[in-house]
């Protein structure tokens, strides 16, 4: 059993910067592959970003390459989601999810957080 808690969100000027954290709990944690999902308003939820267990590989959407830097720290239960040059189609409800496998479909991932909310202004 892993349990995920999101913090970081908040509201950002588009050109900006913020840094999502994730904390997990539960043993078997640094075994997970982690992702980041992200849901607005009336769309269905998208893949972000992953990394690996061992967090030798990284995957990011197409729409975050080169603006977003997924990253963990297995000693700290921790996972987080740098996110520069932020655009107003970045606003989201940000979640955290863990699988046994990386993956960037939500419906591979065994567990998820309640998610934070990132709003990006124009």
């Known amino acids: 059993q892993v349990q995920l808690v999101e913090s970081g969100g908040g509201l950002v000027q588009a050109g900006g910067s913020l840094r999502l954290s994730c904390a997990a709990s539960?043993?078997?944690?640094?075994?997970?592959?982690m992702d980041w999902f992200r849901q607005a308003p009336g769309k269905e939820r998208e893949f972000v970003a992953a990394?690996?267990?061992?967090?030798?590989?990284?995957n990011y959407a197409d729409s975050v390459k080169g603006r977003f830097t997924i990253s963990r720290e297995n000693a700290k239960n921790m996972v987080y989601l740098q996110m520069n040059s932020l655009k107003p189609e970045d606003t989201a409800v940000y979640y955290c999810?863990?699988?046994?496998?990386?993956?960037?479909?939500?419906?591979?991932?065994?567990?998820w957080g309640k998610g934070t909310l990132v709003t990006v202004s124009s």
């Open positions: 999810a863990a699988g046994r496998l990386s993956s960037r479909l939500p419906e591979s991932m065994d567990y």
């Open positions: 990394i690996t267990w061992s967090g030798d590989v990284l």
């Open positions: 539960g043993r078997s944690y640094s075994r997970y592959a």
